[in-house]
Every structure is written in structure tokens, then in C-alpha cells.
């Protein structure tokens, strides 16, 4: 997930059970850091040009190994990279305000991965602009998104696999200008910058071309608001730094005024920390909300053991946009509430990431596990179906107060 | 500019001609063997008390923008990281070993000079190098290429394996040792293709007309395939086209050049149209033949050094005659040095297309412990004059492009823009001949 400059925020060492990096201090290999060291000794003895950036060379080095797993949630981060995450997951949105993701598809034979728009945050331009949950981003300014497989046995493209993905120009070996998701992220992440997006949205014939000026937006993890007299609602936008201590304050706030039952909009939400889903999922129940599982089979619990605040009735909603760790409390507010669901099917971000800091700020990216709900169901992927199934947005919350208006 | 680089060179040499493609090389292996084995053992001190050093500064302060992060210890504990760390897509890790993902690493640390011309050669992709610099290898004799996904048989040599097994150009070779070539780089085919003289290979052909894929066994033989084609044109022109500039590549043009004198050749066209070069000995030993004397090329270190490489009189053993050299944009680095001299030395007129435009000597390091190399661009060169041909190429003296409409109905307007040149249709015979004859 592409969030650095957007969206969803991605978890630092899980309920400090990790110890990421002082860890490690397996054996040596020698045989391929031999290779590695040869390699570089190499280089600095008889390049042409004597090499003076060594940190150029660790980045790219580090950039491209973790490059070649072709997991969209693998990478490498430079220092304003991190700086953009960490600012994300408290809540402040860099560029284009939205969660992207490379979507692996094929074309022609061809392997590549689509640049899809998962979720856009309130008040962000990606949604000031009109930008949808599902959005294709083919163009950005007179670049044609085009990203392959790292460090794959395929053959860069030639027209014939670029053909039907790409308008091509005539005749000879002339391609339009492609551009690949690190100069995307690169430009997409320019606080303040115009630039032209040309997106595929299903149901539209045309692409749609928009303009976005891009900013910094800050995001509340918690709205909440009074329906009726007895019927509270809170919407997680996110879960950011202290989502679960303004949850908290929501839900009392709430209850004063008389809420006895709730509506928890988890409608394009876009995830966050797992610790937040704990502290969030904690404010209604105790006990285990789902688990991590991690290499070699190992299974972590993910438990809330505070005291509860709000525990009268509630109807969640949820949307395509609902992801990762947003999908996680949706599960866990329906298996341990009995909960009823209303909406669309969630986005299906079943992944853990973990941030590996190096010295100099940047950092590298890892899927380190995959999340699994309270009875132990994977949802990456799938996602999760709600209860009762109402895809027009405007009817959602009208049926969830339905619910919660009719006997149980 | 990947893409772009690529892209060139997919749509040109479908054939795999990888190692020669604008590789220019001189040879250091010797010296590097020497120096690489030194380092092993400055290696093992280094490395040892690294990890916990670097981990406890990474804990302690992670956010120094001005820390150094030295390449090897921090690509080893990345390495380290994933190995531990990353689920997979089915949670069992990246199923990648470390030399795998350590070739990665390496990929990456080269491309970030941002020079294409240096990169790293897997163990395979050595090997595959240098067979071709040599010129022979073990193989079936069929020159391949890549279309629409498939894997086909462009060209079946003559009296080759391929030939007497049947293999047909059209041919689609679906796998090899039953091992699929979908969605495999045709590179990586031929790797699979190609093997020990002896030794047999099975592939499965699916034939134009045919139903169903059938499967043939073809036993490898030492392939050395043509890298000189000449023939005699009417008025006593001779054509040489030379396609690769290998350790066979000056013997072979010196053979051709006999032959020609014996049909009573008058003039020469020397075709490097498409060659994308090779090794610069050899570059070297070709334009020695048409130059008389003087530097054929200038190399300059690393620092600033100059070295002249000096015409070999030895190689003037065949009548000078007038000389037209054949160029294109996909006329590179060895190629270039032999145009180079022969355009400063008035020795020749070059007509066709500016070249590719490398000025680059890369040289070869082999790693010892693998088996691997790595190709880093070490020189600048230089023409006679002095000129720096690097991203400019050689301008022609005569201008001739080919249109897409030559290309389809083969008509070759810069051959045949040679031969009025040389036949004294163009620009009448004496001035020619003034230029064109070496001095």
C-alpha cells in the first residue's frame, strides 16, 4: 500500500513484542556478502568517475532487494518518506490524500501492475477533486502509469504487449513517456503542486481526467454526532494516533447526551495501527479481537483488556473502502457485540507491516504477517461481507437506523 | 530510460546477441582476479563485529539524516531482515536464498550510478558473454526470437543440429526440457537452450499448420556462427558485413579480405550496420587495417589519463582500395572506434545514419566466488581527433536514411548509395577516390 504520501497509516513494531532490528545478528553468509563486498570494492577502485555518495549506492541496493519480492507493501523508504508515514498515521496526509495500491494485472502476456485508488481521506484533494474508491490512475501530467515486476525474467514491453494499455503513438518504436510508481510517488507527493490525473472508473465509458492541487491535510480519527434522541453515531475516519482516546471521549460525549444505541460508520476508513484497533475495539468489549499471524506459524493474539464505555446496541457500516486494520474492528465489533453489519463487502487489506528504521531516517517496509478475525478467517483479499447488503451509499446509514429502531 | 534502452534493443536484437550488445571490453581479468581475492580477506575483519554496532546506533538515534550507511553492512542486515521477517505471499518467506536476493542488491547498487553500461552478470549471464566473445558455444545452431509472447525460430544454420532435426523459422519453441517459456525473457531461453556440446536438449515445437506441439530431442554441438558475410557486387565492389566484434572478429574479416582480392576486388564497403560492438582488441586490429598510422583510438582513465592505442602495421597485409563504411544508430561502441578512425583519418567515407553514441570502455571484473562478474564502465574514449563521441555518435560524411517503406520492400537505399559512391555515380570519381583511398 502505497501510503506514505496518503492514507493508511502502517504499524511500527506491533504490541512491542518485535524487536526488529537489534535482533538480528544471525550468521553470516559469507558466500553472497563476498560477492556483494567484491562487487562493491570493485566499483569504487575502477569506476570512471570516482564515487563519492556511498549512500547512493546502499539505496539503491536496498531499494531494488526489496523490490524484487513484488509485494506492493514492500519497499524501501527514503528519510521523506518515513517522515510522510509517520506523519500519516497521526493523522496528517500528504499530496493527494487517498490510499493507493498496485494492483498486480496482466495485458497481452504482459505482467504489470495498475496504480488503484483504495480509499481518499475527508477534506483531502484527492476527494475535493472527485476521485473515487476504485479510481484507475493511468495518467499523471504526460506520464503513462506503467509499473513491471522488479527483477523478473520478462521481457520489458514492446508495442505489441503495450497495445489497448497505452495510447501509442504511430508508427516505429516511439512509446509515450512511462512513468514507474517511484517518480509517481515522487510527483504525487509535492505539497501544493497542480497536477492532471487521467483515471479508469467503472461504469464510465471515457477515462475521467481531473485536476488535483495537491496539500497537506489533517484528518480526525472520530466524528460523532447525535441521529435521534437514543441513537448516537460515531465515523472512525482512520486509525491515527489516538484514535482510541477520542473514541473514548466521543462515546461518552455521546452517552450524556442520551445515546443508547449507536451506529459505528467504518465507511472509508482507511486502517491504521493495530494498537488503535485494540484501544478503539476496547471502548465496547474485552477479550480477543483477532490475531497476526506470523512466519513459522506463529499466532498473536490481539486482545482488549480496558474497561468498556458504550455498551448498549450498535449496527456497523462498512464499504469497499473499509481497510486493514478498519476491517479488523469491524470484525471484531460483529463477533464480539453480535453486532449486525450494513454496507458493501470491505476492501480485503489482511496484511501486517512492520517498519524497519535505518540509521539515517530512512527505513524499510515489510509485510511481516497477515491479519485474521477473532474465529481465525483470513479476509486479504476477500474482504469481508456485511450482514445485511445495501450498496447505494445513501441508503446505508438510513438502514442502519432502521435496525437499530426495530426490536432486536 | 530503462524502458527506453530496452526497448531499442528488444525490438533490434530479438537475437540474442546480449553479451556482445554494446559491451565494449578490454580484457583485465588477470589483474582483478588478484585484487578481488585480496579483498576476501580484508572481508573477514570487517564484517565481524558489524551487526551489533549498527544496531544499537540504528535503536538509539534513527533519525540522523547525516549517519552513513555503509553499503555492505546495511544491504546485510536488509538481507537479514527479510530473510527473518517477510511473510510471503503464502507466508513462507520470499523463497528467494540469499545469493538471489544479494544479486538483487547489487542490481540495484549499480543502477543507481545511473550508467547502463554498468551492470552485473549472473554466473549464467558470464558464461553466456563469454561464449560469445569467444565466438563458439554448445547450441542447436537456431537463431531465435521474441514476438507476441512466443519464443520462435528466426533462423536454422546451416549443417547445425537445429538443421537436421528439422527445426523450420516459424517454429514456436513452447519449452524447453519441458520447462514453459511463457512469460520468460528470451535471454533466459536461450540459456536453457544452450548447454554442453554432447548433451541433448528436448524441446517442444508447435509448427504452423499443425494441431498439436510435438517434441523433439537434439543433441548440442560447438555452434560458431557466421560473424562476417561478404560478397562480390558487380564493378568489383566488395561487401563485407561484419555483425559482431568477438576474439574471431579481425581473423575472419582477414579471411573475407582475401577471398575478395582473389575475385579482383576494386573498392570496399565494410557494413557495421547493427553491430553493436565488442571487444576493443579487436576494434583495435579491424581499423588497423584501414588506417595507415597515427592513434586509432585514445583512452582515458579514471583521473584523467590518456593512452593512445596505435595503428598495428601488421595488419596491412591486403591492397588499400576505396572505402565506404556502412553505419546506423545501432552501430555501437567497437564499431564506433573503428568508424571513428577511419572518418578522422580520412581513410574512408562513412554513409548511413549517426551511430549509437557510447564512449564508454567497460571491463569485466569476475567474482571468484560465484562464478559472477560485473561490468563497470572504467575509460572514456575517445576519436583520433579527440572527439568525444559519448550520447552524440558519428555523424555519416553522406547522409542516407532508411523510411519505413525501404525497411518493408527491402530496399537497401544505403547500399546502394555505397555503390554509386564507389562506382564514381556520386560525387565524381577523383574526389573519391582522393578521400577514400587510404593515405
Redesign the interface.
Known sequence: MLSFFAGRAVRYHLGGSET???A???G????????????????N???????TD????????????????N?PY?RFLT?QQRKFLDEAEAGRFHGLGAVLLLKPAVH????HFRLVVVATVPGGPARAAGIKPGDIITRIDDGYF?QLP??S?????????LQGLIPLPG???A?PR?IEYKEAMQILSRDGAKVKLTLLRAGSPKPVETEVTLGPVTVQPVESRMLSDTIGYVHVNGLMKGCGEELHKALVGLRDKGARSLVIDLRDSIGGSLDEMVASAGQFTRGTLGYV???G?RRQALVASGEPVFTGRVVVLMNGATVGASELLASALESRLLARSVGDTTFGDG??Q?V???????A?E?????LLTASGKEFNGTGLAPDVRVTAPDQQLAKAVAMLNSPA | M???A???S??RYAIPVVGALLALLSFTAGL?TR??QR??RV??A??APL??N??????S????????????E?????????Q??????S????G?D????????????????G?KY?R?LEPDEYRRMQEENQGEFGGIGARLE????KVFVKEVLKGTPAAHAGLVAGDVIQAVDGVPL?????Y?AVDLIRGETGTRVKLTILRRGQQKPFVVSIRRALIEPDIVQAEMLPGGIAHIRLTTFNQRADTELDHALTNMERKKMQALILDLRDNPGGLLSEAVAVASRFVKGGPVVIIQE?GGARKEYAVQPSKHNHKPVPLVVLVNKWSASASEIVAGAIKDTGAGLIVGTETWGKG?VQ?I?P?P??G?A?L?????YYTPNGTDINHRGIQPDVRVELT?KDLETQNDRQLREAVAILSGRKFGTPAVQAKAAPK
Open positions: 526488529p532490528v537489534a538480528i545478528t544471525g553470516y553468509n559469507l558466500h553472497p556478502v563476498d560477492v556483494f563486498k567484491a562487487v562493491l570494492d570493485a566499483l577502485r575502477d569506476y570512471v568517475d570516482k564515487i556511498q549512500k547512493k549506492l546502499t539505496y539503491g541496493a536496498v531499494d531494488n532487494m526489496v523490490g524484487s519480492l509485494d514492500s528519510p497481452n502476456g504482459m505482467k506503467l522488479t527483477e525474467d520478462q521481457d520489458l514491453p514492446d508495442r505489441d504487449s508508427r516505429g518504436d512509446v512511462l499471524q506470523r512466519r506459524a496484511r501486517d512492520t524497519f528504521p535505518l540509521a539515517d531516517g530512512s524499510i515489510l509485510t511481516t504477517g497477515k | 530503462r524502458i527506453e530496452l526497448l531499442k528488444v525490438s582483478n585484487q578481488a579483498s576476501d572481508l573477514l570487517a564484517i551487526p551489533d549498527v544496531s544499537s546506533r540504528t535503536i538515534d534513527p533519525d540522523d539524516p547525516t549517519a552513513s550507511l555503509p553499503p555492505v546495511t544491504y546485510h542486515r536488509v538481507l537479514t531482515t527479510i527473518d521477517s517477510y511473510y510471503g505471499p507466508g513462507l518467506g520470499t528467494m540469499d545469493t538471489k536476493l544479494t544479486y538483487c542488491a547489487i542490481r540495484g547498487m549499480l543502477a543507481s550510478l550508467d554498468t552485473f521474441k514476438a507476441k509472447n511463457s512469460g520468460m525473457s528470451i533466459k579514471r564508454l571491463t571484473t567474482i566466488t560465484d559472477s560485473v563497470i564502465t572504467t575509460h572514456r519505413d
